[in-house]
């Protein structure tokens, strides 16, 4: 998968290539391109902003300079996503959703924001990491391109993805590992019989509990098994 990032700062995406996401870009499995904005202003002074028509406070990125920096893209077939807070939020089905598109193109908007008429132009989605105001859409980005990135094919194991939180729609189970015994509190005896089924069952249940205690609206529009209500009521 390709991803180019529309950004004013490139240098704040420096910690995509640590870790999982370093190896997936190093392993040719996404490609990540930056793209200063900057580049593409035909000031002397290189400005990229300007002041609100109408007034009030800050600075408005020019339409013009984002539509160059754009366009100097090769924007066929790419899905171009504006990262703001009026988006739609973002969730694990869009996420997976999205990991489907051959080429993303990211714009991060500064400052008061870009231009209306070049959105309007180029951008095809308006997501949001959540409700709450960032001073940019970089850190967006960044979580954006790390949740996509885990469905690209080969970046983590298959089982890490079918295993994990929200594909099953429910919280995970809690993990153990050595030391056996930690400040006097045991591993659950289940996970040490060696039996897959009573393991598999134990987990189930103690994701179903997670998910009814830490996040019940989950359950709401959720279809469970006959076995999954039954364990269920005894926290009810
Ligand atoms: N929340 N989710 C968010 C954000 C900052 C001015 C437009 C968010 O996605 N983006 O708070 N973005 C603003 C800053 C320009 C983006």
């Known amino acids: 998968m390709k991803i180019d990032i529309l950004t004013l700062f490139p240098e704040m995406f420096e910690p995509l290539k640590q870790s999982i996401l370093g190896r997936a870009i190093e392993n040719n499995l996404i490609e990540i391109n930056l793209i200063n904005i900057r580049d593409f202003s035909k000031d002397k002074h290189k400005k990229v902003d300007d002041t609100p028509y109408g007034g009030g406070a800050g600075m408005v990125i020019r339409a013009d300079v984002v539509y160059d920096a754009f366009k100097s893209l090769n924007p066929t077939n790419a899905k171009t996503i504006f990262l703001s807070p009026q988006g739609s939020t973002l969730n ?5 959703e999205l990991s489907k598109e051959d080429h993303l193109i990211l714009l991060c908007g500064h400052y008061e924001g870009i231009d209306q008429r070049v959105l309007d132009e180029i951008v095809d989605e308006e997501i949001s990491i959540g409700d709450y105001v960032l001073t940019g859409g970089e850190l967006p980005a960044m979580v954006l ?3 996509v990135s885990r469905y690209v094919d080969g970046v983590i194991s298959k089982e890490s993805v079918e295993e994990e939180s929200f594909s099953n729609g429910l919280l995970e189970y809690p993990q153990y590992t050595r030391p056996e015994t930690f400040l006097n509190s045991k591993v659950p005896e289940v996970l040490l019989s060696g039996n897959h089924q009573n393991i598999e ?3 189930r249940q103690k994701s179903l509990e997670n998910t009814y205690k830490k996040r019940p ?10 076995e999954d209500k039954e364990f269920l009521c005894k926290f009810k």
């Open 217 to 226: 609206e989950l359950l709401k529009n959720k279809k469970l098994s006959l």
């Open 201 to 203: 069952k134990w987990r």
């Open 145 to 147: 391109v790390d949740a």
């Open 92 to 96: 694990q089905n869009k996420v997976q």
